[in-house]
């Protein structure tokens, strides 16, 4: 069995088209990509690295690494999403960049240990196994690389911020995007972490006004956080 939502698949599937539309549906992702690509690089400094994300979709944060000098490869479920991202790169010229159609446990499985950095960001909550995907990841990074994830955690505050205020009165995010059952807690994926071997080195929160559009980084873990784990050399 894939570790993945058919419904999820189909949803982002059906908004593919919209991915690299900074105005569109995705437009939060366009808006929090420089502050995960400069979080990621502070710790894993992506410039030559070999680099692989994870639920890649429509490759926003794939294309950026490369642009950062790293060799990406994007990988996800939903083959759309995946054409669009391959016709962005193709037309931007970005370079070192490509992106597969496989699940991160087979990808785990016929590569293991052979990337520098690991990001999983924005996905987790979208599977139905997530702790496989952790385990996935850690098996994926090469001793002493890094590993990102990014997820929403699961309490009443998240679920009035990233759902009733993103989805249904902000307009933020299309009816429907999340699944609160889904959301995940930072206590959750610490242990799904450790059980896998990976040691989180730095955990951080992501908080958004709005009234002025601002997003950025704090210590407020309750609604979107994002972890920096390391696989042990």
């Known amino acids: 069995m894939t570790n993945a939502d058919p419904q999820e698949l189909a949803k982002f599937g059906d908004l593919a088209h919209r991915w690299w539309d900074p105005e569109s549906e995705f437009r939060p992702l366009h808006q ?8 990621i690089d502070g710790f894993a400094r992506l410039s030559g690295k070999r680099v692989l994300d994870v639920g890649c979709g429509g490759g926003i944060l794939a294309d950026s690494m490369s642009r950062k000098g790293a060799d990406v490869l994007g990988i996800d479920l939903a083959g759309k999403a995946l054409k669009v991202a391959q016709l962005h790169a193709m037309e931007a010229g970005t370079p070192s960049v490509q992106y597969r159609e496989v699940a991160a446990e087979a990808l785990a499985a016929e590569a293991p240990a052979q990337f520098d950095v690991v990001t999983c960001m924005e996905m987790l909550e979208h599977v139905p196994d997530p702790s496989s995907i952790v385990r996935a990841c850690a098996t994926l990074v090469k001793p002493g ?14 679920f009035l911020f990233a759902i009733l205020g993103a989805e249904y009165l902000l307009k933020l995010l299309p009816k429907g995007t999340h699944e609160y059952a889904r959301f995940i807690r930072p206590s959750e994926l610490a242990q799904w972490c450790r059980d896998s071997g990976l040691q989180l080195e730095s955990t951080r929160g992501m908080e958004h006004n709005p009234l002025t559009g601002r997003y950025w980084l704090s210590g407020d873990t309750s609604v979107n956080y994002l972890f920096a784990c390391r696989r042990p050399a």
């Open 32 to 39: 929090i990509n420089p502050l995960r690509l400069d979080w």
């Open 145 to 158: 690389g890094w590993v990102f994830f990014s997820t929403i955690s699961r309490n009443p505050k998240a």
